[in-house]
Structure formats: C-alpha cells, structure tokens
Nanobody, 120 residues
Framework: QLQESGPGLVKPSQTLSLTCAVP??????????WNWIRQPPGKDLEWMGAIAYSGSTYYRPSLKSRTSILRDTSKNQFTLQLRSVTPEDTAVYYC??????????????WGRGTQVTVSS
C-alpha cells in the first residue's frame, strides 16, 4: 500500500509538500502513473495531477500554476508541491498508483490519505 507523509498543518501562502512512498513496486514500471488526489471537507475527490513512468507530468488545469509533481527514482517515491496555499486547500490528500491517470477509488493502489489543514 502506498504511504503519504508530510506536515499536517501549513500556513497560508506557504508551500505544501507531501511525499508518497511506493513499497513493493517501481514508479518506473512501464505504463504506470502516480497520482495525487484530494478531498476537501464535504466535497468530492479532486484529481490534482500525476507523474508517469517516463517522468512526464499531467496537472489539473485549475491547479497547474501552483502544482509540481516530482519523483525520486532512487527512493521510489514521488512528491507533491502545492504553492501559495489558502484555507481552501484544506483536505485529505491521497496518493494513488496504477495504469491510469485520474483513477477511481477502485482502480490501482491508494494510500490511506493524510489530513492537511491550512491555517495560521
């Protein structure tokens, strides 16, 4: 199972940074895609972006200007950076991997999620 890690509290205007560890698999496996998805309180899941096995990246258009997804192949993990956060970025953040970009909850492997609160 994938495992998210990072701070649970971030101040407004700062950068949120979360890492997803991928045990038992490789993020460079052909045709694999590694996603970040979030769920704000009371709202639906929102796909944020993904990095492919090749290193190519895909972003939700509305978040593209603030989002970067990076990877460390030596550690087999990938990272989300969300800049200039506001309280509206408060959510449970999930990482998910598999054969598709923007997976459904029943597709691929998901982490348990980590709560991130944006507050001063």
């Amino acid at each position: 199972q994938l495992q998210e890690s990072g701070p649970g509290l971030v101040k407004p205007s700062q950068t949120l940074s979360l890492t997803c560890a991928v045990p038992g698999g490789s993020i460079t496996t052909n045709y694999s895609y590694w996603n970040w998805i979030r769920q704000p309180p009371g709202k639906d899941l929102e796909w944020m972006g993904a990095i492919a096995y090749s290193g190519s990246t895909y972003y939700r258009p509305s978040l593209k200007s603030r989002t970067s997804i990076l990877r460390d192949t030596s550690k087999n993990q990938f990272t989300l950076q969300l800049r200039s956060v506001t309280p509206e970025d408060t959510a449970v953040y999930y990482c998910a991997g598999g054969r598709v970009v923007n997976p459904r909850k029943d597709q691929g492997s998901w982490g348990r999620g980590t709560q991130v609160t944006v507050s001063s």
